[in-house]
């Protein structure tokens, strides 16, 4: 066990629609990423925030969108969903920044039809 | 754009004997890479890390090799088992307009064959 929590586990949403995955950090964990997993895919950088602040974007696109709360707990919002939405997304916490080892949750498990 | 990438997409390897996995990066201002592991419906899970300034770390049954002459890094898994079947990534932290940003490269398939 990570230390790291995020719910649901299972997601299944109809095109269109709007959904929140929500990520607990490990306990004194600043850091907060969040990665999109395709299909047999790598993973790719979402979004970074640290202490309540967005630290840095990848290819995040503009439907999507995170924050970070102050009991350091963060949520990712998917609006407008597509089928190419359909992926594992992934939470991963750090105690300070990514130069230091990151402990990822289990996942949340989107599928979108 | 910087990238991350391995040369081999999957490797199969005979119990007992000994596997290397590789990955190319391409951001030579890259200062710290880590190796991951990520079984069947679960996330990533750290193994190894290696810093820059550094060529070689090992771990247990684990060693990363960086060569930054080439911008390559390897995972060598010693005296594999049938629980070192999973996908492993390397990952590299570089400083992108003020953040740090931890990138993830494609994957590479381990199967240990009994």
């Known amino acids: 066990d990570s230390g790291v929590t995020q719910t649901p586990k299972h997601l299944i949403t109809a095109t269109g629609q709007r959904v929140t995955l929500r990520c607990s950090p490990r306990s004194g964990d600043l850091s907060v990423y969040w990665y999109q997993q395709s299909l047999d895919q790598g993973l790719q950088f979402l979004i970074q925030?640290?202490?309540?602040?967005?630290?840095a974007k990848g290819n995040i696109l503009e439907r999507f969108s995170a924050q970070q709360f102050p009991d350091l707990h963060s949520e990712l919002n998917l609006s407008s969903l597509e089928l190419g939405d359909s992926a594992l997304y992934f939470c991963?916490?750090?105690?300070?920044?990514?130069?230091?080892?990151?402990?990822f949750g289990q996942g949340t498990r989107l599928t979108v039809v | 754009g910087e990238s991350v990438g391995l040369h081999l997409p999957t490797l199969s390897v005979q119990e007992g004997d000994n596997s290397i996995i590789n990955c190319a990066y391409s951001?030579?201002?890259?200062?710290?890479f880590i190796w991951y592991k990520q079984e069947s419906g679960k996330g990533p899970q750290f193994i190894i890390d290696i810093r820059s300034n550094m060529d070689k770390r090992q771990g247990q049954r684990v060693t990363v090799l960086l060569n930054k002459t080439v911008k390559h890094l390897s995972l060598q898994i010693a005296a594999t088992q049938p629980g070192d079947s999973a996908v492993y990534f390397c990952a590299e932290t570089a400083w992108d307009f003020g953040n740090e940003k931890l990138t993830f490269g494609t994957g590479t398939r381990l199967t240990i064959i009994p």
């Open positions: 925030y640290y202490n309540g602040e967005e630290r």
């Open positions: 951001n030579s201002a890259s200062d710290y």
């Open positions: 991963a916490s750090s105690v300070v920044g990514a130069n230091t080892e990151a402990f």
